[in-house]
């Protein structure tokens, strides 16, 4: 059993965090990726609140007003992406990164 | 009973974020993220967050987690095998990812937190973040309306020039 303390939250969006990069790193679906990168989201905004739950803060709201910003952030880059994505789809028939290559030099 | 409820969210959130990780299936990966994003939740509301774990619910499960599962859909005749690198990649992400995760445990155990001696009651926090989006963080809270504007033309204007050329 976990107990209700600031080490568990942070080991908790610890956990969350690593498998986000993990699935960054290993998947070759960009729509994968773009789950691990949610993930990755994710943990920092239970970090930013957990801290502002647990530490001594001057207001204890601030941590809850970025974690709304995180939130926006993360609505607006998976709108981009997922239109990046299916626009290089309808042009190319794939959507694994390795393909997407034409900016390597 | 808090503990009882923070385990339950805990598993709530773990078990499906490594369903994401791992699962050979992007499917199963989109409809774990479900269950990611309302343990999340919970935990959110756990924390006293009220109005953040409204949003996430509002905002990841009803918009984002649709958004996916469109793009996985939409994109489902291309292959859907072999959404993994081969198992040598796989192995050096495992312990790049072990090795970050360790760090994080070394620096949350080691640091002294300024800890609060006793946990406040949680308060409605709705009122509070409405003050402060139009007081102390006018200009961030403006900066991302425009960046929603922003995304907005983007993912249009992005998504057109596909339709047109064809």
Same mark, same amino acid.
């Given at each position: 059993m976990l107990a209700y303390s600031l080490e568990n939250f942070l080991l908790v969006s610890g956990v969350l965090f690593c498998l986000g990069i993990f699935t960054v790193l290993t998947r070759r679906n960009t729509v994968a990726i773009i789950m691990g990168i949610e993930l990755i989201l994710n943990a920092a905004g239970l970090n930013f609140v957990a801290f502002s739950r647990f530490v001594q803060t001057q207001n204890h709201i601030s941590g809850h007003v970025f974690t709304l910003f995180i939130i926006v952030i993360s609505a607006a880059e998976i709108v981009i992406a997922l239109a990046i994505v299916l626009s290089l789809y309808s042009t190319k028939k794939t959507i694994h990164v390795e393909d997407f290559d034409e900016l390597k030099w | 009973m808090k503990n009882f409820a923070f385990n339950v969210f805990v598993i709530i959130t773990l078990i499906p974020s490594f369903w994401v990780a791992l699962s050979s299936n992007i499917v199963h990966a989109a409809f774990s993220l479900f269950f990611t994003f309302f343990g999340v939740a919970g935990l959110y509301v756990l924390l006293g967050a009220d109005f953040l774990g409204v949003l996430q619910v509002l905002?990841? %499960?009803?918009?984002i987690l649709v958004l996916i599962i469109f793009g996985v859909m939409m994109t @489902?005749?291309? @292959?859907?095998?072999? %959404?993994s690198t081969r198992l040598p990649g796989r192995f050096a992400g495992a312990v790049l990812s072990v090795l970050v995760f360790g760090g994080f445990m070394v620096a949350v155990y080691k640091t002294a937190w300024p800890k609060l001696t006793e946990l406040p009651e949680p308060v409605p926090t709705t009122s509070e973040i409405g003050n402060l989006l139009l007081g102390k963080y006018l200009i961030p809270f403006e900066v991302a309306s425009v960046l929603l504007l922003a995304v907005l033309v983007g993912a249009a204007l992005i998504v057109r020039q596909s339709v047109r050329k064809e």
């Open positions: - | 905002v990841y %499960i009803s918009g @489902q005749r291309a @292959q859907m095998e072999h %959404i």
